[in-house]
């Protein structure tokens, strides 16, 4: 084990000290190779990470219809909230752990962080395939464990990237992020298939099986020995600066971050709320429908489409890309709030690519916008950050929505709100105009948020993120 290589991993490092993710005596001067074999296993293994992961959680509303059948059933009160909670706590737990992600890649490494999520998401589907009449035992398998080796794997998918490419690393984000919603194109129906012919519990052991593949993928990513650096020797001051690894202040100084990090929870309200009840919706409503996946899968589909068209356009000079993604919000919100009223599936198809489109432009604007505000130093933090406040909406969105739709008798009023959140969202954040550009003091880092694997000093000036060509995406 000495013998290998070891990364900067401290993703969430908010020390501006060069030695905070490697010591610059010990850094390769060489870039990472931007290409070769290896660099394109690592990126099919973080396209085949994020596409498991979140092709799983994307189709929760095939699991979602199933649970809801069974309480009903079983006569327990509320299914509807409670079986909607089993989807969201693993959305939320997801998000919310992004920032001890990141620190746990610090400590342990990229590799073994990616294995040792892959290795707890499969175990949280393959528990949960024994305990499927038992809804607050899936709330913690399906939920919380599931969620938790979810992110645990996520967040070293991206992170690794920057290892093994800089110029084309825009473009390989974008490759990776459409994982998701490729896998989400198919996953439903497979899904779909497993329920009616064997049943809710071996189809969850089926995704158990496919959630081994993201462990395997965790072992490919390995930094190469061209951009590893040795771990530094921790000094006696190593709790007090794990601790502002965790809680980095320095970002929250910055008040344009701030404030679209504080409006980003409020947009993301309701932003599951489709995805968990879309099936649903489609059930009550358009019972001729034979293929009642795919508005879902239309969803999938075109989120990849704007995955790299809105991506290729943050990288342009001098384009606004919270403009873009306020853009994006105003055109879900206002589609999600049409979409109860709609009578004709065709439409409703239409309606579903429309959202899937812009849905792939602001989940893409998210890397661009925090390297913007925040400087490649502190994008990984900014980023995690914000995740971690958007878990909480992410989460109770969907339970709200389903308590409403017992309380209303329709899906009308759950749609109407979980289309405004994200309007109220997207005007908030023209306050962001309102103050200066104060970016926090960066050096010169890779293009995950590491700190440099060729050491500069603090000194030197920070380099200009508008003219900046690389680009990281957020892979949901």
Same mark, same amino acid.
């Given at each position: ?19 905070? =993710?490697?010591? +610059? ?6 870039? $990472? +190779? ?48 409670? @079986? ?103 996953? $439903?129906? *497979? ?70 990090? !504080?409006?980003? $929870?409020?947009? &993301?309200?309701?932003?599951?709320? $489709? ?38 356009? @943050? ?98 009023? +759950? ?8 309007? *109220?969202?997207?005007? !908030? ?16 880092? =890779?293009?995950?948020?590491? &700190?440099?694997?060729?050491? *500069?000093?603090?000194?030197? @000036? ?15």
């Amino acid at each position: 084990m000495e013998s290998e290589p070891r990364e900067a991993t401290d993703l969430l490092a908010g020390s501006q000290k060069t030695e905070a =993710n490697g010591n +610059p005596n010990h850094a390769s001067k060489r870039g $990472p +190779p931007d290409g070769g074999f290896r660099a394109y296993a690592v990126m099919v293994g973080s396209f085949l990470t994020n596409g498991l992961l979140f092709g799983v959680i994307n189709s929760y509303s095939v699991i979602f219809t199933e649970l809801v059948k069974k309480l009903n059933d079983a006569y327990i009160p509320n299914a509807e909230s409670r @079986a909607s909670l089993v989807g969201t706590l693993a959305m939320g737990t997801t998000f919310f752990l992004s920032p001890l992600s990141g620190v746990l890649t610090g400590l342990m490494g990229l590799r073994l962080t990616a294995v040792l999520g892959g290795t707890i998401a499969t175990a949280g589907l393959f528990i949960s395939s024994f305990v499927v009449d038992h809804i607050n035992a899936l709330c913690f398998t399906y939920g919380i464990m599931y969620g938790l080796g979810a992110s645990f794997a996520y967040t070293p998918s991206l992170a690794i990237l920057g290892h093994y490419f800089k110029k084309k690393l825009g473009l390989v984000n974008g490759i990776v992020t459409i994982g998701s919603s490729i896998f989400t194109v198919f996953i $439903p129906v *497979v899904m779909d298939a497993m329920i009616r012919n064997h049943g809710l519990d071996w189809m969850l052991r089926l995704l158990a099986l496919f959630s081994c593949g993201i462990a395997l993928c965790g072992l490919l990513f390995n930094p190469t020995p061209l951009t590893a650096t040795e771990k530094p020797i921790r000094d006696d001051d190593s709790i007090k600066s794990l601790l502002k690894s965790i809680v980095n202040i320095e970002i929250w100084k910055n008040k344009k971050y701030r404030t679209w990090a !504080l409006c980003m $929870p409020v947009a &993301l309200f309701g932003y599951f709320v $489709p995805y968990v009840f879309i099936n649903s919706y489609i059930d009550k409503t358009f019972t001729e429908v034979s293929n009642k996946n795919l508005p879902l899968q239309c969803i999938a589909v075109t989120s990849g489409i704007g995955r790299l068209m809105f991506g290729y356009l @943050a990288d342009k000079p001098g384009m606004d890309r919270i403009f873009l993604q306020q853009i994006s919000f105003y055109v879900i919100g206002t589609l999600t709030i049409i979409l109860p009223f709609v009578q004709s599936f065709p439409f409703l198809v239409a309606i579903s690519l429309g959202m899937g489109l812009f849905d792939g432009a602001f989940i893409a604007l998210i890397g661009p916008i925090a390297f913007e505000l925040c400087g490649r130093n502190y994008a990984a933090q900014a980023i995690g950050c914000m995740l971690g406040l958007a878990a909480f909406p992410l989460s109770i969105g969907p339970p709200v929505a389903a308590y409403l739709y017992k309380c209303y008798g329709s899906y009308t009023v +759950p749609f109407i709100l979980a289309g405004i959140s994200p309007l *109220v969202g997207a005007t !908030l954040m023209f306050f962001v105009r309102l103050y200066r550009h104060n970016d926090v003091q960066e050096i010169n880092s =890779n293009a995950n948020g590491h &700190l440099p694997l060729d050491s *500069v000093n603090i000194g030197d @000036a920070p380099d200009t993120l508008l003219g900046n060509k690389t680009n990281q995406q957020s892979g949901l």
